[in-house]
C-alpha cells in the first residue's frame, strides 16, 4: 500500500460545478499537505498549503485536513475550463522536507 | 522573476549512454530536489541539497544516479549507463531556506529507445 492514494480519475465536470478532489494516507508522522495542479508538459505548480486540520480557502479553491481520519481534500468552486489539468496532493513530515505525493487526478472542465 | 528552469527539456538516449541533466533553481533559493515522475504517476522523491550539501539521497534507485550541486546553485543530475525503465519526466523544485513550498521547474523528459 503506497503512503499516499489518490483516485486517478479520469474526473469530467461541466462548467460552474464544484470539484472535489481527494487522498487519504497512511503514515500519521505527515503535518504539512499541498495540493499541486500539474498543466500538460507542465511542472507542477503549488496551489495550497496547509498545517493544521482544518480548512483553508483561497479565492475559488478550499483545502481541508481531516488529521484524525487522514483524510485531505481539496474543493474548487465555480469550475472554469482553465482548470483541466491533473491535480497532485504532496505531504511532507515535519523536519524532512521532501514530498510524498498522491498519484494525480486528471480534471476536465467543460465549457 | 525567473522561476526555476531546467535543460535539456527533451533528451533521447540511447540505452547505455551516460546523460546529465541540469537544473537553474530560483535565484538565492537554498534548497534544491531532485524527482522522478513517470507516466501517470506523481513526482517520487530522488535527492535534497542544502545549498552545496547533499543531505538526502535515499530516492536514488541505483548507484548509477548520481546529483552535485558543486556551489551550492546550479545542479546536474548524470545518469549513467542508462536503462529503458530510467525514462521519466525529471523535476527540479527549489526552496528559500526552510520553507515548504517548493516551486518546481517544467521538467526534463528522458526517453530511453
Known amino acids: 500500500q503506497k503512503e499516499v492514494e489518490q483516485d486517478p480519475g479520469p474526473l469530467s465536470v461541466p462548467e460552474g460545478a464544484i470539484v472535489s478532489l481527494n487522498c487519504t494516507y497512511s503514515n500519521s508522522a505527515f503535518q504539512y499537505f499541498m495540493w499541486y495542479r500539474q498543466y500538460s508538459r507542465k511542472g507542477p505548480e503549488l496551489l495550497m498549503y496547509t498545517y493544521s486540520s482544518g480548512n483553508k480557502e483561497d479565492g475559488r479553491f478550499t483545502a481541508q485536513v481531516d488529521k484524525s481520519s487522514k483524510y485531505i481534500s481539496l474543493f474548487i468552486r465555480d469550475s472554469q475550463p482553465s482548470d483541466s489539468a491533473t491535480y497532485l496532493c504532496a505531504m511532507t513530515i515535519g523536519s524532512n522536507y521532501k514530498l510524498t505525493f498522491g498519484k494525480g487526478t486528471l480534471l476536465t472542465v467543460n465549457p | 522573476g525567473a522561476g526555476v528552469s531546467q535543460s535539456p527539456r527533451y533528451k533521447v538516449a540511447k540505452r547505455g549512454q551516460d546523460v546529465a541533466l541540469r537544473c537553474d533553481p530560483i535565484?538565492?533559493?537554498?534548497?534544491l530536489f531532485w524527482y522522478q515522475q513517470a507516466l501517470g504517476q506523481g513526482p517520487e522523491f530522488l535527492t535534497y541539497?542544502?545549498?552545496?550539501?547533499?543531505?538526502?539521497k535515499s530516492g536514488l534507485p541505483s548507484d548509477r544516479f548520481f546529483a552535485e550541486r558543486p556551489e551550492g546553485s546550479v545542479s546536474t543530475l548524470k545518469i549513467q549507463r542508462t536503462q529503458q525503465e530510467d525514462s521519466a519526466v525529471y523535476l527540479c523544485a527549489s526552496s528559500l531556506g526552510t520553507s515548504r513550498e517548493q516551486y518546481f521547474g517544467p521538467g526534463t523528459r528522458l526517453t530511453v529507445t
Open positions: 535565484s538565492g533559493h537554498v534548497s
Open positions: 541539497f542544502q545549498n552545496e550539501a547533499q543531505l538526502d
